[in-house]
């Protein structure tokens, strides 16, 4: 969809409207056929900044959903539902004592084997002696070489768990990943939450924040056609629109686009990206995307109803000598507001019928 900039509003201004009597194919011959009352306007040629507008939906960067890494009841509650947070800031705690026991069993579990393998190293040592003085055999010796590196084994499985036992216990306070606002919906103390299933609360972040809207296939290959002209994905300037009918103050960017048509559909998902200081945008609200395209310098435009669509093909009917109706085939291009660019098949100098096309004929 194409939409006509503010500097194309004098088109209606800058238009000659004209009212004109068109002589009817033979009229002289048919003895007096009446001639047709039409509307006409001459062609006009100005420069024709493009823009593309479509519905788009305002999205958070970052979408989260907290959930917790150990199971348990929560038992402190930091935040309140819907309030920004920042990075690394706490949101809830949940009962620790079991983590706690946990942690002290995995320690006196890893000293014990700890103790088993300083005792173990002595015999291997002693033995080792021995069988210097040959009093052992070497078969002695390695058998306690084989109860060391067991017992090493032991001490390193011991102190993974250990490890584990920590990070269980520190994992019963849940920190925000990100700097971002809080949903309302979160859940209260008291709740018991399983391990990376109950969602504690959800977060986003909103300052930048993205616009995303979906191009047709047509529209995408022009957009890439349109992006080569103007130096760039990052060089295509991006408005937004809000419900409301007010401009953002902010322009943007096209930040990403999908790597494949949606098959239902048929259409390129694009995010353009927005900086949103105050705030103002939300996840959720809808607004028009306007991407601002390249300037068609010295357009020829017509009125999009004086375009008639006939068989694949496109034409006007223009006024000729004697106030005579001609019908010319035209190629368009792209569409602005409610004018075309044509292409090919009228010049500056040409007048075309815009109303009384119904009752007009050719001649």
Known sequence: MFEMRKGLGVFAAAALALSVVLTGCGGEKQGGARPTAVKAMNVLRQDAPLTHVYAGQIMGTDEVKIQSRVSGNIVEKYITGG??????????????????????????????SEATLANARMDLDRYQQLYANAAISEQTV??????????????AAHQAMVQQAQEN??????????????????????????????TLVSMGASNPIYAQFSLSENEYLNFVEQEA???????VVVELTLSNGSKYPITGRIATADRALTAQTGTLTVKALFDNPDGLLLPGMFARVTLIGDTIPNALLVPERAVQQLLGKSFVMVVGANNKAEARTVTLGDKIGSYYVVKDGLDASDTVVVEGLTTLQEG
Do not use: H, W
């Open 142 to 155: 390695s058998n306690q070489q084989a109860q060391v590196n067991a017992y090493e084994a032991a001490v």
């Open 229 to 235: 002209k103007q130096g760039g994905i990052g060089s």
């Open 83 to 112: 309030q920004p947070v920042r990075a690394g800031q706490p949101l809830y705690r949940i009962d620790a004592r079991q983590y706690e026991s946990a942690l002290l069993q995995a320690k006196a579990n890893l000293a014990q």
């Open 169 to 198: 216990l520190d994992d019963t306070t849940i920190y925000a990943p990100m700097s971002g606002q809080l949903s309302v919906n979160d859940v209260a103390v008291g709740t018991f939450v399983s391990a990376g299933t109950t």
